[in-house]
């Protein structure tokens, strides 16, 4: 075996990599000395171990000792002990090098030996050996520490869990299994799988507190019970983070799952296991509907429960600019800021950044106005909320049990208050809003609506009708546009200007989009073949601010093109001036690679985006589509308006 020559640096930083990549201390033995083997020149190497109580043991060799060749113990050649450095004795064969392995206490746990080689290592590589020696007691150390967590996880019972949002795979260590009293194979291991075997009564909590972290990010934190494959009931208490790529959806949770029913064995109550926020000792979700309950059944005929939820405006943003441990401290404040409010019942918080409060009024007390602007003016005055000065405001959903036919249970009441809430975010200025049954029509046909169309694309429901387009020089059809018809079970036709929008809210505009491209493509090939003449026809295809914005854009639309046979130079992407108003990262990005690999870009509806003539330099553009706003000014002569020729011009 020719020597392998490297320089200290470089030996360390490759001995280094060895111990780290190790699947155990044997493998990163066996790894370093087939690493100092080679550098050394040795003929062969032996790799021993010792654990507390027992002898010495080879665990593995190589060179001239992994065939057959005899190595020797390391007691026949440490006569006074455990030496702390490497040493150099002599062997049959050659001299050999003997490296101690040693605990940061001097514990001795291993040696590596080296057999004939041929000259004595110079001081450099001595310290270079001490190093390696360093790392694999270091390696040893940190296998032992993995060990004694082991232990204290099991003995805490104490599992760990990861979810990937783009598989819906659930991942479970061994304790979770045991938590969840389990076999592997006989669990289903995604997000559905996981909630079957959670209590119903705290199903929906557990999803509203997962929805929530969803919305926001950050840590999370849940208690709940499941029921075993042998009928066991057993607490479980989850601690979540959840990482948000930089559109703001979920790409994983992460965290622990503790079993804790045996606080419920030592005798403690629901109220206990279940009821308290960790961060702010508040109420939870659980709790606070179990608590609008209970004072809904007391309520006189001449009262009133109220619910409020209060939401923080751009929680994310200061999760992501000032980090969790300062957005915790809000929280905290918030907290303290809302116990403020004396007259109210309850206090919970409910999720990252929501807050719940429950009143119980005498029904004279009529309109909630005055309550929402007190709820409101609490979270801005004398004060602001603020963390390192940054203000963070709220908006106030409120829903009064006098607004309900029949609130049956705490869930209703935070239903129609969440629906209140909701139409704060949709207009801008409203700080509070009272429920409005209307609303919550409309958003329970918004959720039926998304519901319908979800299922069409799946389905393949969605029909495309195709406009021409004629040259006004040729008069022959230089193109065709694809647009996207949708009919509604039991509705009829489904204006694109109502289905989209929902689509791009709900996150279906992806599928959505390359079902239209996909059809439209086959239909142009279909017709190619059908008829030779048309070989120069354009396909148009309608693509969102959303589309633009998703970075498998060019990816999907070669594919589609590859699989229909079609010229890139045949396809012409149109995408709204207002699409293109916002300046999305890498949005004009794709549109001067989607030209540049032969697809035409044309800017639709211009002239309702509000942007300047300037702005057309900025953008990659084949054609300029002016909206009809602008044709209905034309004179009966057919001449264009002084706006129209500027356009042209």
């Not at 509806?605 to 084949?622: A, K």
């Amino acid at each position: 075996m020719g020597r392998t020559e490297l320089d200290g640096n470089a030996l360390t930083t490759q001995a280094r990599r060895v111990v780290e990549q190790a699947e155990d201390v044997d493998a990163a033995l066996l790894g370093v000395l087939e690493l100092l083997a080679a550098v050394l020149a040795a003929d062969a190497g032996l790799a021993w171990r010792v654990e507390p109580g027992e002898a010495w043991r080879v665990v593995g060799s190589c060179g001239r000792a992994s065939r057959g060749g005899s190595g020797w113990s390391p007691g026949s050649v440490r006569p006074d002990g455990f030496d702390a450095g490497p040493h150099v004795v002599d062997a049959d064969g050659g001299d050999a090098i003997v490296l101690p392995v040693a605990t940061t206490f001097g514990e001795p746990v291993a040696e590596l030996q080296l057999i004939g080689v041929p000259e004595a290592p110079s001081m450099a590589r001595c310290t270079i050996l001490s190093v390696a020696g360093a790392l694999l007691g270091l390696a040893h150390e940190r296998g032992r520490d993995r060990e004694r967590t082991e232990q204290l996880h099991r003995l805490a019972a104490l599992g760990s869990w990861e979810w990937r949002a783009d598989t819906d795979r659930l991942w479970l260590s061994e304790q979770m299994h045991r938590n969840l009293d389990v076999q592997p194979r006989a669990f289903e291991h995604s997000f559905e799988g996981y909630l079957v075997r959670v209590e119903p009564d705290d199903r929906e909590p557990l999803i509203a507190e997962v929805m929530a972290a969803c919305a926001v990010g950050g840590p999370w934190h849940a208690v709940h019970r499941v029921v075993t494959d042998g009928g066991q009931r057993r607490d479980i208490e989850l601690h979540g983070r959840t990482a948000l790529d930089a559109r703001g959806r979920v790409t994983r949770m992460w965290g622990t799952g503790q079993d804790v029913s045996r606080r419920r064995d030592l005798g403690r109550g629901p109220s206990d296991r279940l009821e308290r926020d960790e961060l702010t000792g508040l109420a939870d979700r659980g709790a606070f509907q179990r608590r609008v309950a209970e004072t809904l059944a007391r309520a006189g005929d001449d009262e009133v429960v109220v619910v409020a939820l209060v939401d923080l405006d751009g929680f994310r943003a200061v999760n992501e600019l000032v980090g969790f441990a300062r957005a915790d401290r809000l929280l905290e404040q918030v907290a303290e800021r809302l116990r403020e409010v004396h007259d109210a019942v309850s206090l919970a918080r409910l999720a990252a950044d929501e807050f719940a409060l429950l009143f119980r009024l005498p029904r004279e007390a009529g309109s909630l106005t005055s309550l929402g602007e007190r709820l409101s003016a609490r979270l801005r005055h004398p004060r602001p909320c603020a963390v390192d000065g940054l203000p963070v405001t709220g908006r106030v959903g409120l829903a009064s049990s006098a607004d309900l036919e029949e609130p049956s249970s705490g869930e209703d009441l935070l239903c129609a208050a969440s629906v209140a809430l909701k139409v704060t975010k949709r207009r801008a200025a409203a700080r509070w809003q009272v429920f409005d049954p209307r609303e919550h029509e409309r958003a329970l046909q918004r959720l039926a609506m998304e519901a319908d169309l979800r299922r069409a694309i799946e389905q393949g429901d969605i029909h495309l009708v195709y406009q021409p387009i004629v040259s006004l020089v040729s008069g022959e059809i230089s193109g065709v546009e694809a647009l996207a018809r949708w009919d509604r079970p039991g509705h009829g036709p489904v204006s694109p200007a109502t289905f989209v929008p929902i689509a791009e809210r709900s996150g279906l505009m992806a599928p959505l989009g390359e079902l239209v491209l996909e059809r439209a493509c086959r239909q142009l090939s279909a017709w190619q073949q059908a008829h030779p003449q048309l070989e120069r026809l354009r396909m148009s295809v309608n693509l969102s601010g959303v589309q633009l914005d998703d970075p498998r854009l060019l990816e999907t639309v070669e594919a589609v093109l590859a699989r229909r046979g079609l010229e890139a130079d045949r396809l012409v992407l149109e995408v709204t001036e207002t699409a293109l108003a916002t300046d999305k990262p890498g949005a004009l990005a794709r549109l001067f690679e989607l030209r540049r690999r032969g697809v035409h870009v044309a800017i639709d509806d211009f002239g309702t985006g509000y942007s300047s003539l300037s702005r057309l330099r900025e953008i990659p553009f084949d054609i300029l589509k002016i909206d009809r706003s602008f044709l209905e000014d034309i004179t009966s002569r057919h001449t264009p308006t002084p706006i129209l020729q500027a356009l042209f011009s």
